[in-house]
């Protein structure tokens, strides 16, 4: 696990470079704002490791406050960090506000910084790489990126949307995708959503998506153990050209119960912000934000056994 005193730490996204050094990017808040604290006061951090179990050691900040007049100008979070030819990109949720959780949870945008090293400087935009649309799915706010390359060479995003309804919680909670020619946008969206489940207004949340074998694959939160059937977990869903997603055969991925190095179990209160790292282009470690009580939270790395690789 992951932690630093005097921060709650979250949303870890690991990418290692040529020389073995692996980097992990994630959130973190003040643990003096509280835990709510990520949606007014979370900045996006840089830490590295000499294997991708760990220890991570903390670097520095990356994507910090800055000027009132930006979208992004209060909080960076939910970091997914990917190599697209020579340079790094850098996806991320972020907000303004006036300080209270719902003001700065309605201004959520997605956002991409863009990098020649992990060390920076990472140039950030002065708009969104994915806004809102009026009227629609994501009328309120966007956020949870996760892209991956299409075999066309388009580049494919998977977010969640809040639509319009009554304020400040707004609509049903959805999710969408998008495809550009370039990972830096104009990401044209597609019509529809997906993680939907019947008569559930907030089903799934925080994809990780990626592609293998001819096809995609998003890990998901499952909110309610609706899509799993084993209560509050993470599915596996897969689909054919990343618009249209179904539930794989096997689609429990991790419950709430965690076992540690030695055997013991723990089941905790919250496991979410799923991500992977892929070694030659396999699933090696997945990494999962999770909550132990109101005052602990960490980065966890699972390392994954590549079993039954032809199905």
């Not at 690991?14 to 709510?36: E, Q």
């Not at 992004?72 to 997914?80: G, M």
């Not at 529809?192 to 489940?197: A, K, V």
């Not at 249209?244 to 119960?257: E, K, N, Y």
Request: contains cysteine; hydrophobic residues 35%; charged residues 25%.
């Amino acid at each position: 696990m992951f932690q630093e005193n005097g921060y709650y730490v979250w949303c870890g996204s690991m990418i290692r470079t040529a020389d073995g050094v692996c980097h992990l990017f994630y959130s973190r808040w003040p643990k003096s704002k509280g835990f709510n604290g990520w949606a007014t006061d979370s900045e996006i951090a840089h830490a590295t490791a000499e294997q991708p179990l760990g220890p991570y050691t903390f670097k520095n900040v990356v994507l910090a406050k800055r000027h009132k007049k930006y979208w992004d100008a209060d909080v960076t979070h939910n970091p997914t960090v990917l190599k697209f030819g020579n340079k790094y990109y850098l996806y991320y949720m972020g907000n303004y506000g006036d300080g209270t959780f719902w003001d700065h949870r309605n201004h959520q945008r997605i956002g991409v910084a863009v990098a020649k090293s992990l060390d920076g400087p990472w140039k950030r935009f002065d708009k969104p790489v994915v806004d809102t649309t009026a009227d629609s799915w994501d009328h309120l706010m966007t956020s949870n990126p996760s892209v991956t390359q299409r075999a066309d060479g388009k580049y494919l995003i998977v977010y969640k949307g809040v639509s319009a309804g009554e304020m400040p919680r707004g609509g049903k909670v959805s999710h969408g995708a998008a495809i550009s020619d370039s990972p830096t946008g104009p990401f044209l969206k597609r019509p529809g959503t997906i993680f939907d489940y019947p008569g559930s207004r907030f089903a799934a949340e925080d994809p990780f998506i990626w592609r293998q074998d001819g096809r995609y694959f998003a890990i998901v939160k499952d909110m309610k153990g609706d899509f799993t059937k084993a209560g509050t977990s993470l599915a596996l869903f897969t689909s054919e050209d990343g618009f249209s997603w179904r539930l794989t055969s096997h689609p429990l991925v991790s419950g709430l119960t965690l076992e540690w190095e030695g055997g013991a179990r723990e089941k905790v209160r919250r496991l979410e912000r799923p991500q992977l790292w892929l070694d030659k282009g396999r699933p090696a470690v997945l990494f999962v934000a999770i909550k132990r009580s109101d005052s602990v939270t960490c980065n966890v790395a699972i390392p994954l056994k590549n079993v039954n690789q032809n199905k």
